[in-house]
């Protein structure tokens, strides 16, 4: 579906609705890929509350840290014991391929697609505005496993 606009005389088709993602959702997840590509690269480190409230939703923020905080009274590991943003506990990633788009006001969509260790990894995000900030509401890895469920006691 196209929109019409005028500018200057000349008439300009435009995609309407959905077909526009917020850039900012993109450049959200390419500055978090940033820290994964390269030799050596560091990543981003989840190992405070803070961080996760930077990255995730309040409410899965809230579960991730309770997990933590759960796992060290028990001396024991998380229950997220992978780093989310690539599905694993180690990575050397190849180029990252983002594409995003919107599914309702403040709410998108996005499929991140890489390498790593030369093994092809699709990770889906659910992805929420608040506050003018995009944070991650979700992520689903291989098509099956979700972060929300890794706290959903079964």
Same mark, same amino acid.
């Given at each position: 579906m196209l929109t019409e606009f005028e500018h200057c005389g000349e008439l300009f088709h435009t995609p309407a609705g959905p077909a526009y993602a917020d850039a900012a959702a993109k450049t959200f997840l390419e500055k978090i890929y940033a820290a994964y590509k390269g030799k050596n690269s560091k990543g981003i480190?989840?190992?405070?509350?803070?961080m996760l409230r930077r990255y995730f939703e309040p409410k899965l923020a809230a579960l991730m840290i309770k997990d933590r905080k759960d796992a060290q009274k028990r001396g024991d590991v998380p229950d997220l014991d992978a780093d989310p943003f690539i599905a694993g506990q180690d990575w050397e990633i190849g180029?990252?391929?983002i594409a995003v788009r919107d599914t309702a006001p403040d709410k998108a969509s996005a499929t991140v697609k890489f390498?790593?260790?030369k093994m092809p990894t699709t990770v889906l995000y659910d992805l929420v505005k608040l506050s003018g900030s995009?944070? !991650?509401?979700? !992520?689903?890895?291989?098509?099956?496993d979700t972060l929300r469920g890794v706290f959903v006691k079964k």
């Open positions: 480190p989840l190992d405070s509350a803070a180029p990252v391929d390498s790593n260790f995009w944070r !991650i509401a979700d !992520i689903t890895w291989d098509g099956k």
